[in-house]
């Protein structure tokens, strides 16, 4: 992804900001998460990733979107592509936390640690992990930074004849009430196997709030790179 894709993606982003990034399951939210922690660290940004998922998952994935590797290319050169990739991250304004628990206090805790521009937060949201939008919101505000939340929408659309996913989807609702930006993700080959090949491997990010806009772009599935 370039900075003129994420312009298009996020116009109205600013700091002090809440975004959400929705859709349903295995639709791509970490994987387009991390594909702008990659741009962010790249123009020499603090992030911060925060997740429930193991460290090691979240720093593999990143290798490969920052590597890209092509099967098609021999050994050697993949070799030297991965090692470039492992000198690039390590050279990254990038902390990523990894925690089964989580609350408003510690993200407050973890912020005033690490002082991120951007904060991304991947937490599964249960009875032990309550985030506050409204809560989140203020934090943003006060610490002039931007939070990404990724939010799970139901597993299944109402519609069947439509799978695009609309606000009514996400599980929590307060997030479209306090997010200054909701972008939702749909790809159609995951629920058409028979789409022609120039609409296979697409991913669509629907800009649904503040206003109705989407912009299609290329996703690698086995590299999880998206754009050009």
């Given at each position: 992804m370039n900075k003129e894709e994420l312009k298009k993606i996020l116009q109205y982003h600013a700091k002090g900001s809440l975004i959400t990034i929705g859709g349903r399951p295995a639709m791509g939210k970490r994987t387009f998460a991390l594909n702008l922690v990659e741009l962010f660290c790249k123009e020499g940004y603090k992030c911060l990733y925060v997740t429930d998922y193991n460290k090691q998952i979240i720093t593999e994935m990143l290798l490969k979107i920052v590597a890209n590797p092509n099967r098609q290319e021999s050994l050697e050169i993949q070799t030297e592509n991965f090692t470039q990739a492992v000198k690039e991250l390590s050279s990254w304004n990038l902390f990523i936390k990894?925690?089964?628990f989580c609350r408003i206090k510690n993200i407050k805790q973890?912020?005033?640690?690490?002082?991120?521009?951007?904060?991304?937060?991947?937490?599964?949201?249960?009875?032990?992990n309550r985030l506050s939008s409204e809560k989140l919101r203020e934090i943003s505000e006060?610490?002039?930074?931007?939070?990404?939340?990724?939010?799970?929408?139901?597993?299944?659309?109402?519609?069947?004849?439509?799978?695009?996913?609309k606000f009514t989807d996400l599980r929590d609702k307060?997030?479209?009430?306090?997010?200054?930006?909701?972008?939702?993700?749909?790809?159609?080959?995951?629920?058409n196997c028979d789409i022609p090949d120039d609409r296979r491997n697409i991913i669509e990010i629907i800009q649904a709030k503040p206003e109705n806009n989407s912009i299609k772009l290329k996703f690698n599935r086995k590299t999880g790179k998206i754009g050009t």
């Open positions: 990894s925690t089964e973890i912020i005033q640690n690490y002082k991120p521009d951007y904060l991304f937060i991947n937490i599964h949201i249960n009875s032990r006060q610490n002039n930074l931007i939070i990404f939340v990724i939010a799970n929408t139901r597993r299944e659309p109402r519609n069947t004849t439509n799978y695009y996913p307060n997030l479209v009430k306090y997010s200054d930006v909701v972008l939702l993700l749909y790809r159609e080959d995951y629920y």
